[in-house]
């Protein structure tokens, strides 16, 4: 029997490297499913100076800045400019607060929103009687907001609504500061302002004796004709309870302003912005109930679904009890676990199993190969066989170059020990035939 070569050792290299391989690549497209990290800088628009857009947004960029991100803010006309950037990739701006009323999915297919905010009354108020259809308002100077603001467009509507257009009465596009200005100081008849209740433009006019704002009394109409309005009471004497300005019950009609994000706007950002909404946002005032804002409420557009996401069940887990870039890391940390639950614990379970099966199966075949050469010889004409020898040793030349574990010590052996069996017998049979027997094997000379 020739020397035993034969090499016990471990698993190979190979499977190693195939079980690393597997990881990796369970690992990478983990990465590229999660998409990048969030953004550090958010570009967000929001309104002229000293408006509702403008002073909110400062309020979003101090809470974003204690979670290490930069909300930079961009002034601009109003809604209609700020969805103008929004739909303009170019543009930067991820964020906005827009009017309802102004768009729709259609017109604005990149955009989802984050729910609606608060209430914008549309404001009107005048130094001469309004009448029910605007009726003195004809050959007037009436302020309707400047270009790129919601007020314009909803004032435009309103207005043609009830038969005023520019060849009726003189329609300015004046700032809200502008015209409360002009209007106190008789320069103009009207003004039109779609603001929120805490507007100081809104609150100085409101408590003038000079002014009056003009109710809607057929409030319920316009809300059928437009249904992103809402209708609201103003109650007597809010505005100045000394003077009892107004002087009775007011109907106002209003739309809500969304929050508007493009839809490529980081989930973890959605996050921050609608956990910074409901700080600013749930408080109550004259015409909203405490966490009646932010809402999950479509609007002019789709929610995302982020919105829809944290409408349900809040913000993410980590995101509550950690700090925010913190909360970032431990989610991917936690997502890249992922792959090594669900792909390397089932091959390093399976691993050992699928190898022992692989290295058995390769004694296996050697002995099925030895198996037919003993049933060769043992058949009638197996004394005829003369190469049983030389493919013996070529057998046993296999055996002994298997790479194979400790484990598999025993049954190596024992295939070596049945192949020197089988040598044996070719080797008696070979020395029958040297001496002329019949039916002999001749061995082969080495």
């Known amino acids: 029997m020739p020397e035993n070569r034969s090499t016990l050792t471990g698993p190979p290299l190979w499977l190693f490297f195939s079980i690393a391989a ?37 309020r979003y960029r101090d809470i974003a800045k204690r979670s290490g991100i930069e909300l930079r803010l961009l002034p601009s006309g109003g809604a209609v400019e700020n969805l103008r950037r929004l739909n303009d990739a170019r543009s930067g701006v991820s964020v906005a607060f827009a009017q309802g009323g102004l768009t729709n999915e259609a017109r604005s297919p990149e955009l989802k929103s984050l729910g609606t905010m608060f209430f914008e009354p549309f404001w009107l108020f005048t130094r001469v009687p309004a009448g029910v259809h605007f009726e003195g308002l004809h050959g007037k100077r009436v302020s309707i907001g400047p270009e790129g603001g919601g007020t314009r467009v909803l004032g435009g509507q309103l207005l043609a609504l009830n038969g005023i257009d520019e ?38 006019l409101l408590a003038s004796s000079d002014v009056s704002v003009v109710g809607f009394p057929r409030a319920d109409a316009y809300v059928a004709l437009y249904p992103y309005l809402s209708k ?156 049983a020898y030389v493919r013996l040793r070529r057998l046993e030349e296999r055996a002994t170059r298997l790479r194979l574990p400790v484990s598999f010590a025993p049954i190596l052996y024992a295939l070596r020990s049945h192949i020197a069996l089988i040598e044996q017998r070719v080797a008696r049979g070979a020395a ?15």
Do not use: C
């Open 167 to 204: 060849h009726i009465a003189e329609l300015l596009s004046l700032s809200p500061d502008a015209a409360g200005k002009e209007l106190l100081s008789g320069q103009i008849d009207a003004a039109a302002v779609v603001a929120s209740w805490d507007s100081e433009v809104v609150r100085q």
């Open 22 to 58: 597997l990881i990796v690549l369970a690992i990478v497209t983990t990465v590229i499913w999660v998409g990048p990290l969030p953004p550090r800088v958010v570009l967000m628009s929001t309104g002229a100076s000293g408006s509702d857009y403008d002073l909110l947004g400062a």
């Open 232 to 387: 609201l009471r103003l109650p007597a004497g809010v505005g100045n309870l000394a003077t009892n300005r107004p002087p009775a019950d007011v109907d106002l009609i209003a739309p809500k302003a969304s929050l508007i994000v493009r839809r490529d706007l980081h989930p973890a950002i959605q996050y921050l912005l609608l956990e910074a909404a409901k700080e600013i946002h749930s408080v109550p005032n004259i015409f909203q109930e405490v966490a009646q804002f932010p809402a999950a409420q479509r609007g002019d557009l789709p929610l995302s679904q982020t919105a829809t996401q944290y409408y349900k069940s809040g913000a993410p887990f980590l995101q509550r009890y950690l700090p925010f870039w913190l909360a970032i890391l431990a989610s991917r940390i936690l997502l890249l676990l992922i792959p090594l639950l669900g792909v390397a614990y089932p091959v390093l379970r399976l691993a050992p199993s699928l190898y022992t099966w692989s290295v058995r199966n390769r004694i296996l075949r050697l002995y099925r190969e030895l198996n037919v050469i003993e049933a060769e010889l043992e058949s009638p004409a197996g004394t005829k066989t003369p190469d």
């Open 432 to 446: 029958q035939g040297t001496s002329g027997g019949p039916g002999s094997v001749q061995r082969p000379q080495p």
